[in-house]
């Protein structure tokens, strides 16, 4: 008998199936507490259930772990980045950060990525499978047991695409905020998209309070299709149309990415026609000073561009700030570590 991913059933769903072995509804809550409010790693672990009954859990059911394969603190900031190994041997990375108002993660939606956006590091190993839901918690559930600190916010913006893995990132969003869980409310969540349109329309239906953050990276087609292919698919117009209806409808603000790139997006024509396209818009542009990748030939833009472009999206009445570097002593920005540790197991033998 195949065993179920218990960490992915909502409340519901959960009733339901113990329901089918024949326990009574109140167990119901009993495991759902153990299972996102004291994010338990093991059936074992539940001691005011009866020897018996965790044994019929450890039979019906698994609890996908996320194995601790390395961790990198940064002895600047505190940042912490995971290497988490999964059932199949995958890897995938998070980052938690430190901020005054409590921790944040950035939790990764897929192994690998399709995107291939030529500044990022998460697609390099190649796009493997999406995340499950129980998998995107196991994340967050992890980091919480070996920090022993709550998570309060989250961000979607690791490894992987959100939007291309859409129905499981919607039922994580659905048990991460459940308020018998983990109880994160939307408004502490983001979730990033390199621009699949379609999908962007499909979010705004399920009218969630969540800040909707775009990967934009240019300001122009010619800019962003040669970095970003996607853009060959849903062009910026497209997207920044999505974006507008987006923001009205929901009321809630866009945050636009922009990686500042040396010669390539940086320069003050490009700001002046960025805030052109964003005039009207409810949104804020987030300027990202470049995470340097060895594989990839893009240099970080000079501090003195970095202000240039801000001035003149503030001159022009566009909200910016610049992102402040965390973790850059641990390469912090996703896909790198992964990458590495791919390459040592093809050294050793252990991947074709």
């Known amino acids: 008998m195949e065993k179920k991913d218990i960490l992915s059933f909502n409340y519901d769903e959960l009733g339901a199936s113990l329901g089918e072995l024949g326990l009574p509804r109140y167990r119901t809550a009993q495991v759902y507490d153990w299972l996102h409010k004291k994010c338990v790693s093991s059936f074992d672990e539940m001691t005011n259930l009866s020897r018996d009954l965790r044994a ?28 988490f190994r999964v059932m199949d041997g995958e890897y995938l990375e998070c980052v938690v950060m430190k901020y005054k108002y409590g921790r944040t993660i950035c939790i990764s939606t897929q192994v690998g990525c399709k995107m291939g956006c030529a500044f990022c590091a998460s697609g390099i ?26 998570i309060s916010r989250i961000v979607l913006m690791g490894m992987g695409e959100p939007l291309d893995n859409f129905d499981n990132v919607m039922k994580f969003l659905q ?49 962003r299709s040669a970095i970003m292919p996607v853009n060959k698919s849903w062009n910026v117009e497209e997207l ?29 024509a490009c700001a002046e026609e960025l805030a052109a396209r964003l005039k009207g818009l409810l949104c ?20 003195e561009s970095i202000r240039r472009f801000c001035a003149v ?33 093809q050294e050793r033998g252990d991947r074709p």
Do not use: W
């Not at 019929?56 to 290497?83: A, M, Q, R």
């Not at 190649?126 to 499950?132: E, K, T, V």
């Not at 309070?209 to 934009?216: E, K, P």
């Open 175 to 223: 048990l991460v905020s459940d308020e018998r869980g983990l109880n994160i409310g939307m408004r502490h969540i983001s979730l990033s998209t390199s621009g699949i349109v379609p999908r962007i329309y499909d979010l705004l239906e399920r009218d969630l309070q969540l800040t909707l953050s775009v990967s934009l990276h240019a300001p122009n087609d010619e800019i």
């Open 56 to 83: 019929k859990l450890n039979e019906n059911y698994v609890l996908f772990p996320c194995h601790i394969e390395k961790k990198l603190v940064s002895c600047y900031d505190g940042t912490v980045k995971y290497l």
């Open 284 to 303: 804020h542009v987030n300027l990202i000073p470049a995470n340097e990748v060895a594989e990839k030939p893009h240099a970080r833009s000079s501090d």
């Open 313 to 345: 999206l503030e001159r022009n009445g566009v909200a910016v700030t610049v992102r402040r570097t965390l973790g850059s002593d641990i390469n912090a920005s996703c896909g790198q570590l992964r990458r590495k540790q791919l390459t040592e197991d």
């Open 125 to 150: 190993g190649g796009f493997r499978r999406n995340l499950a839901p129980s998998e995107m918690l196991g994340q967050i559930y992890t980091a919480q047991r070996d920090l022993g600190e709550r």
């Open 240 to 268: 920044l149309t999505a974006c507008r209806t987006y923001a009205e409808k929901t009321s809630r603000r866009i945050s636009f990415e922009y990686a500042m790139m040396k010669d390539v997006n940086d320069t003050p």
